[in-house]
Structure formats: structure tokens, C-alpha cells
């Protein structure tokens, strides 16, 4: 369950917060192959599952930045807010791919809030999350995302 922010000084006291976990989704081949699409990347290691079998990671792996996105997915799951006006991504730093997500693998999101300070009007909220790899020993990304929240 999200926990809730409802203004500028819940956000700067929240620093240091553990946020939690999201609930555990599967990467499919499916997913991959869509992202591959999108994005135009269809590098072997991601979609040509004969020859990813044979390869470094036992088969096909999502992208990295497949894995990265996620984290737009995650973020609703971890935290909310009540009173918002609007919320506008402004970034993201630190991003690191310590292990390859397989196909078929589950993963989930863990928050932190890492920093929060007053901007003119609102509030700059930096949420650390850390993509998770069931039963896996490193995560697959980590991330500090940058958000700009303007409360009513």
C-alpha cells in the first residue's frame, strides 16, 4: 500500500522514509519484445531467444531501459499524494544496472526517500528506487528519481 503525503512539509519530514514494496510483476518475453518495438532495439541478447539461450545470460534479458521505465510503474505503488495540483518528473541520477532481468522473472520495487527541498511554489521529492530480482543476490536497477510536487 502507497503511503500518503498531503503537503510540502509531510514531504521534506518523510526524508530518510522507507517507503516499502510493490507487489512482485513478471518480465515477459512478451513485454520485452513490445519494448524492443518501441524503442527500436532489437538486439539478440533481447529477442532472438535460440541464440540468448546460448548466450552469457541463459537467455533473453530485458532491457535496461525496459527495467529503468519501470520505475513510472513502481513509484504509484510506493507513494502517493493527497492535495495534489501537480506532479511533474524532473529526472532522474545514479542509475545502475547491477544484474540482468531474465525473461520470466519476477521483480519489485523498494522506496526510500533520499532528498526533499522547497522549490519555488512546492517541493523537489528524490525517491530511490531499487528494482528487485526474486531470489536474485544484486537488483537489477537502482534509481533516484526527481519529482516536482505543487500542492493545493
Request: charged share 20%; net charge negative.
Amino acid at each position: 500500500m502507497a503511503q500518503r503525503f498531503d503537503s510540502v512539509a509531510g514531504v521534506l519530514a518523510a526524508v530518510g522514509s522507507d517507503l516499502g514494496h510493490t507487489e512482485w510483476m513478471t518480465v515477459t518475453q512478451e513485454r520485452i519484445n513490445l519494448f524492443a518495438d518501441a524503442t527500436d532495439d532489437h538486439q539478440w541478447i533481447h529477442v532472438d531467444e535460440a541464440r540468448a539461450a546460448k548466450g552469457p545470460f541463459g537467455g533473453c534479458i530485458a532491457h535496461g531501459y525496459l527495467t529503468l521505465s519501470l520505475a513510472s510503474k513502481f513509484l504509484p505503488e510506493l507513494v502517493a499524494y493527497d492535495g495534489l495540483r501537480m506532479g511533474v518528473n524532473y529526472g532522474c541520477e545514479r542509475v545502475r544496472f547491477p544484474a540482468p532481468v531474465r525473461a520470466g522473472s519476477r521483480i519489485r520495487g523498494h522506496g526510500e526517500v533520499v532528498a526533499a527541498e522547497e522549490v519555488k511554489g512546492g517541493v523537489q521529492v528524490t525517491i530511490r528506487v531499487t528494482v528487485e530480482i526474486e531470489g536474485g543476490a544484486k537488483p537489477a536497477c537502482v534509481v533516484d528519481t526527481i519529482s516536482r510536487l505543487f500542492f493545493d
